[in-house]
């Protein structure tokens, strides 16, 4: 089974995730939690009200009771795990943690979400935290969920919360859309295996936007042998593609000097054979790449049946920004 600290992190400030409330953030504001950006601890640096820590952290609690926040998932999807980043709270991170998930309306109120009507489910049970950790934790709740409320026991911070799972979009909205990217984390694409992703992640690819900087894409270490690079990346559902776009934004002196893209139908095959498996067809050949460039493909794809997978080939190595895989889903 996948690790499931690859899949997307459905709370991430860039896909919308956000803290929309917390009964308590005296030391430090409820909004570090979701921040890109690891935690950092400044020594000398405090404010007036104390230490300046880099993270969510209430006042020491002195009645009964515990702290808690709401969370607004970027995307809506099944959760798989946690991680409660922990880090440099030592003598003041929380004892234990839980959560609990709903499934709302993505613009619903505050006082929407705290009402009697909406049906909150525990999804981890309270369970211990370490201090200045990576606390890691497997959730099994197949059900699509919106919002999370956050639980600290009793008090205390967490530098960062990162929510791993797999985005489930509104389908009938996408069907109504008619061209869609069918490859974008928004649609349920994920990256699921690739050669080396030493400089950047290759859920990077299929981001929103363009690439921000050079480490804001997918970049394989330098290739000293034989071979090439390659990633293969699962579409939200089974589509026909009809445009590419391959992005070599912020890579000038390390772009790959050629990309390729095979496409495979995998439905009800297992994806960890892919990669070896037969069936591969080629959607767009190799071709040569420039640097720091929107490549734009249409009369060159090859047109073919729904497909689920791509398989995008660098040669030799380097870096990719984005792709863009564009077409209409399939009808089943």
């Given at each position: ?67 808690w926040?709401i969370?607004?998932?970027?995307l ?14 030592r ?63 009793p ?35 994920l ?70 893209l ?26 040569k ?44």
């Amino acid at each position: 089974m996948r690790d499931f600290t690859e899949l997307i992190d459905l709370a991430a400030e860039r896909l919308g995730g956000v803290v929309l409330h917390a009964n308590d953030d005296f030391f430090a504001p409820k909004e570090n939690l979701l921040r890109a950006v690891k935690p950092v601890f400044i020594e000398d640096k405090y404010t007036d009200r104390g230490k300046w820590m880099d993270g969510w952290e209430t006042r020491r609690r002195r009645t009964p009771g515990h702290d808690w926040c709401i969370i607004r998932l970027g995307l809506p999807g099944i959760l798989r795990g946690f991680l409660a980043d922990t880090s440099f709270f030592r003598g003041n991170y929380p004892e234990h943690c839980s959560f609990e998930a709903c499934a709302a309306t993505t613009d619903a109120t505050l006082e929407q979400l705290e009402s009697p009507a909406t049906q909150w489910t525990e999804v981890l049970p309270q369970s211990p935290l370490r201090g200045d950790s990576q606390n890691l934790f497997a959730v099994d709740h197949p059900h699509r969920v919106t919002h999370l409320r956050f639980h600290i026991f009793p008090d205390g911070g967490v530098a960062r919360l990162r929510v791993f799972g797999e985005v489930v979009p509104d389908w009938q909205k996408l069907r109504a859309a008619g061209e869609i990217d069918l490859v974008a984390v928004e649609n349920g694409g994920l990256a699921i295996a690739s050669s080396d992703m030493f400089f950047g992640s290759r859920n990077n690819l299929i981001l929103p936007g363009r690439g921000i900087h050079m480490g804001d894409g997918w970049e394989t270490k330098r290739r000293r042998g034989p071979g090439f690079d390659w990633c293969i990346l699962r579409l939200g559902a089974a589509g026909i593609i009809r445009r590419i776009e391959l992005d070599t934004a912020h890579y000038k002196g390390n772009y790959p000097e050629s990309g390729q893209l095979e496409a495979c139908n995998a439905i009800g095959r297992i994806e960890d054979d892919l990669h070896e498996s037969l069936g591969w067809a080629e959607l767009l050949p190799r071709t040569k790449l420039q640097p720091d460039h929107r490549h734009l493909f249409e009369p060159e794809v090859r047109k073919g049946g729904a497909v689920t997978h791509v398989r995008l080939n660098i040669f030799p190595d380097g870096g990719v920004s984005r792709l863009r895989l564009f077409g209409a889903l399939a009808k089943e």
